[in-house]
Structures are given as structure tokens and as C-alpha cells.
């Protein structure tokens, strides 16, 4: 099955810089890959996703760069603010019938005022 | 409006008791999970569906067992709670295709005393 690495499990920033995640997969066949934002006491809530024709995707402050080569794909989180501080969680799925989704272990990032 | 709902909340039981989690969603998705989500932020998956009828058990052992009889109805009972059973559990739900964004439920806190 599907294997999702995330790094790193912590992120601490400063007010106005970008923050990278990263995450690898194992399965060729994954072509869907979201990214969930869970702020303390809430449930996780899509913020962007990338599919496997696309190389970037950019939505305002964040986007996503995917590597299908290198199977890897990473979260950039630019002019930081101090209401980015949450749970950040990449996931992966091949988006049949007979596949679920696969998330990573989860970063935590801190935004510093 | 479309949402995916647990109930309850919270909930404090005894050692012992038999607990029953509820999710419903009413989106007409066809695959819904469960999660259990500790203050370390891993969501680990423990029961999965990919429809009526199919149920899957997931990565992280778990004693608890789930039934899938209607499409928007996924209950996770625990027949006999214990305090490692202390936790949070998370409800998704996604639609096959080629966008499978997960929705979440609020989840429940369970304390198992």
C-alpha cells in the first residue's frame, strides 16, 4: 500500500517568513495530493490539492510543487502570519475505487509574532 | 446543508462500558474512515469503507469494530472501553474519482475512566 513520509515533524518561524513541508510517497500510481490544515481543537479541512499533471499550484500565500520523478511534494507557506500556526497534514491516493487516502504523520507549525 | 456528523462530542465513560461513536455524512460519498487522533497529532487510521458492506480494518490495531450497512452511516463500537481507549476519533468521508477530497467530522472525545 501507499507510504507517506512527512518533514518536519516541527516548524518554527517568524513572523513574515515562508515555510516549507515536505512529503514523499511510495506508490507510482498515487495522482492526488491535498493538504489539510488542523488548527488547535478543530477538524482538518482541505487548504489545497495538486493532481499529477499539474508540476505547481498556487492559491494567495501557499502553494504546492509536485515531483512525480522524485515522488516527492512539498507545502510553501509564504509571508507567514501568526494565524498559520496548526496542524499541517500531506496526503496521498491513487483516486480509485478501490484506494483510500494516505496521510502523512503531520507538521506542526509555529508562526512567532 | 452537506456535512459529515459525529455524535457525541464528548464522552466519559467506564471501564467496561460498550460505546457506540456515531458518523453520518450527507454527501453521498461512498468511502468513509475512522481516525484515532492523540495529542501527538498522527492520524492513525484504524477502520475504513469503500461502500456499503465493505469494511477494512486499517494501519493501527484497534479493538474496536465498525458496520456499514447504509451508505451514510459509518458507527465505530468499542465492546468493552478501557482507559488506552482514551482518545480522539476522527470520521471522513470521500468520493471515488478524480477529486477526493476528505471531509471531516467535528470528531468525539472519548476518556475512558
Known amino acids: 500500500g501507499e507510504n507517506v513520509e512527512q518533514h518536519p515533524s516541527t516548524l518554527s518561524v517568524q513572523e513574515g517568513d515562508s515555510a516549507v513541508i515536505k512529503c514523499t510517497y511510495s506508490?507510482?500510481?498515487?495522482?492526488?495530493f491535498p493538504w489539510y490544515k488542523q488548527e488547535l481543537g478543530k477538524r482538518p479541512q482541505l487548504i489545497i490539492d495538486?493532481?499529477?499533471?499539474?508540476g505547481e499550484k498556487k492559491d494567495q500565500r501557499i502553494a504546492v510543487t509536485l515531483n512525480k520523478t522524485a515522488k516527492h511534494f512539498s507545502l510553501h507557506i509564504t509571508e507567514t502570519q501568526p494565524e498559520d500556526s496548526a496542524v499541517y497534514f500531506c496526503?496521498?491516493?491513487?483516486?480509485?475505487?478501490?484506494?483510500?487516502?494516505?496521510f502523512g504523520k503531520g507538521t506542526l507549525l509555529t508562526v512567532n509574532p | 446543508e452537506a456535512d459529515i456528523y459525529q455524535t457525541p462530542r464528548y464522552l466519559v465513560i467506564g471501564t467496561g462500558k460498550k460505546i457506540t461513536l456515531e458518523c453520518s455524512q450527507t454527501?453521498?460519498?461512498?468511502?468513509m474512515y475512522w481516525y484515532q487522533q492523540d495529542p501527538g497529532m498522527e492520524l492513525h487510521l484504524i477502520h475504513y469503507?469503500?461502500?456499503?458492506?465493505?469494511?477494512e480494518k486499517g494501519d493501527l490495531s484497534s479493538e474496536s469494530t465498525v458496520s456499514r450497512i447504509r451508505t451514510e452511516h459509518f458507527p465505530l463500537t468499542l465492546e468493552s472501553a478501557r482507559p488506552s481507549h482514551t482518545s480522539q476519533y476522527l470520521c471522513?468521508?470521500?468520493?471515488?474519482?478524480?477529486?477526493?477530497?476528505?471531509?471531516f467530522g467535528q470528531g468525539t472525545r472519548l476518556t475512558v475512566v
Open positions: 469503507s469503500y461502500g456499503v458492506n465493505s469494511t
Open positions: 496526503a496521498a491516493s491513487p483516486g480509485g475505487s478501490n484506494y483510500k487516502l494516505t
Open positions: 506508490d507510482s500510481a498515487s495522482n492526488y
Open positions: 495538486i493532481r499529477s499533471n499539474v
Open positions: 471522513a468521508s470521500t468520493k471515488t474519482g478524480l477529486n477526493t477530497e476528505a471531509f
Open positions: 454527501m453521498g460519498h461512498d468511502k
